[in-house]
């Protein structure tokens, strides 16, 4: 969306965002310049971003998926025993 459209359409834009969780790329003469999304959604890039930048995060959550996919793991009810 061309950054004068967004411009007149910005509250409706706004609202759309939140609402359906979409993105808005604001283009200036052709060519993407800048994203709108929501609030929730830069919360939880930023989130991402602070757990991945721990060293070895992202190494200890692809075991873990891994050690779910071979069915090593133990159910919540079975920890209350």
């Given amino acids: 969306m061309s950054i004068s459209d967004a411009r007149a359409n910005l509250p ?8 359906y969780s979409k993105r808005v790329t604001i283009t200036v003469k052709g060519k993407p310049k800048a994203i709108l999304i929501s609030q ?17 995060a992202l190494k200890s959550i692809r075991r873990g998926e891994e050690q779910i996919k071979r069915g090593e793991y133990i159910e919540l009810s079975e920890l209350d025993k």
């Fill in 12 to 19: 409706d834009l706004v609202d759309k965002v939140q609402k």
């Fill in 40 to 56: 929730e959604e830069l919360e939880s890039i930023e989130e991402t971003a602070k757990i991945l930048a721990i060293p070895g």
